[in-house]
Nanobody, 119 residues
Framework: QVQLVESGGGLVQPGGSLRLSCAAS????????MGWYRQAPGKERELVAV???????DYADSVKGRFTISRDNARNTVYLQMKSLKPEDTAVYYC?????????????WGQGTQVTVSS
């Protein structure tokens, strides 16, 4: 079991920056991947950024060049640095952790943090 707690959301003007944090209740070193998803009102949850245990990263096309995912294994924390924010980035952002076994995939989710980009 892993509990995930996000923080760092808020209201920011277009063009601004925010850094989201996701603190895990135990070591993230053994997790297969950690990432960030978001869900805007009336839309499906979508992948924003993911980092594998080997530190390979992948991003949604809409955030490439603006968002950066990183992890600090010593602090059991994953970050999402967001720059040049746009109104369309407004959503609830969720932290995700994935644990793979030979039998199944287990997804863990945080409670979400609201990001609002507006002037």
């Amino acid at each position: 079991q892993v509990q995930l707690v996000e923080s760092g959301g808020g209201l920011v003007q277009p063009g601004g920056s925010l850094r989201l944090s996701c603190a895990a209740s135990r070591s993230i070193f053994s997790l297969n991947a950690m990432g960030w998803y978001r869900q805007a009102p009336g839309k499906e949850r979508e992948l924003v950024a993911v980092m594998s245990s080997g530190s390979r990263t992948d991003y949604a096309d809409s955030v490439k060049g603006r968002f950066t995912i990183s992890r600090d294994n010593a602090r059991n924390t994953v970050y999402l640095q967001m720059k040049s924010l746009k109104p369309e980035d407004t959503a609830v952002y969720y932290c995700n952790a994935v644990s793979l076994t030979t039998e199944r995939r287990i997804d863990y989710w945080g409670q979400g943090t609201q990001v609002t980009v507006s002037s």
